[in-house]
């Protein structure tokens, strides 16, 4: 059975830095496309980053530049760090398999990050 | 970028009624590569349909998705008291940008 938990998420300040965390369990993050998606309060999905298996990397152009997504192959876990906060960063990041040209067929529960002074 | 717009914002239906939401991209949709999801109140989206009319692993066959090009649908042929949540859809043609619909709200009436 494919698990995929997040972690990391906190209240930070705008400017600050965060990484979150996505421990997979029943997959081979190496050997799949891993994405970020995220969701504001009472708003949609947002479709953040992804990561090929041959390591090339794509991000929204709402965070180009300040997040960088990365993963640990050994330990199938897949990173997000978050740079230059803003507060339109705030919401719950979900890590899900698939992106590309694959459709999105195993999410985790998410973790909350709160941007704000 | 491929925006998609989908419609109606909210849906008000009763349980054992047929929904069909719809799901319309700003340019042609190839391979048919669009998805749905369903989302549930504090819950984590989940998978209902990929390639525009392909079920996924243990949804129920009163979901079913149709379409191409720039027009897709999805039905729900008969209401459960568990369908009524939130639906986005998503195209993953033009990777590596993902875009996801708006979402529609399906509420009971």
């Known amino acids: 059975e494919v698990q995929l938990v997040e972690s990391g998420g906190t209240l930070v300040q705008p400017g600050g830095s965060l990484r979150l965390s996505c421990a997979a369990s029943g997959l081979t993050v190496s050997n799949n496309y891993m994405s970020w998606v995220r969701q504001a309060p009472g708003k949609g999905l947002e479709w953040v980053s992804v990561i090929y298996t041959g390591g090339s990397r794509y991000y929204a152009d709402s965070v180009k530049g300040r997040f960088i997504i990365s993963r640990h192959n050994s330990k199938d876990i897949l990173f997000l760090e978050m740079n230059s906060l803003r507060l339109d960063d705030t919401g719950i990041y979900y890590c899900?398999?698939?992106?590309?040209?694959?459709?999105?067929?195993?999410w985790g529960q998410g973790t909350l990050v709160t941007v704000s002074s | 970028e491929i925006v998609l717009t989908q419609s109606p914002g909210t849906l008000s239906l009763s349980p054992g009624e047929r929904a069909t939401l719809s799901c319309r991209a700003s340019?042609?949709?190839?391979?048919?590569?669009l998805a749905w999801y369903q989302q549930k109140p504090g819950q984590a989206p989940r998978l209902l349909i990929y390639g525009a009319s392909s079920r996924a692993t243990g949804i129920p066959d009163r979901f079913s998705g149709s379409g191409s090009g720039t027009d897709f649908t999805l039905t729900i042929s008969r209401l459960e008291p568990e369908d009524f949540a939130v639906y986005y859809c998503q195209q993953y043609d033009r990777s590596p940008m993902n875009t996801f619909g708006q979402g529609t709200k399906l509420e009971i009436k």
């Open positions: 899900a398999r698939g992106g590309g040209v694959y459709q999105l067929d195993h």
């Open positions: 340019q042609s949709i190839s391979n048919s590569y």
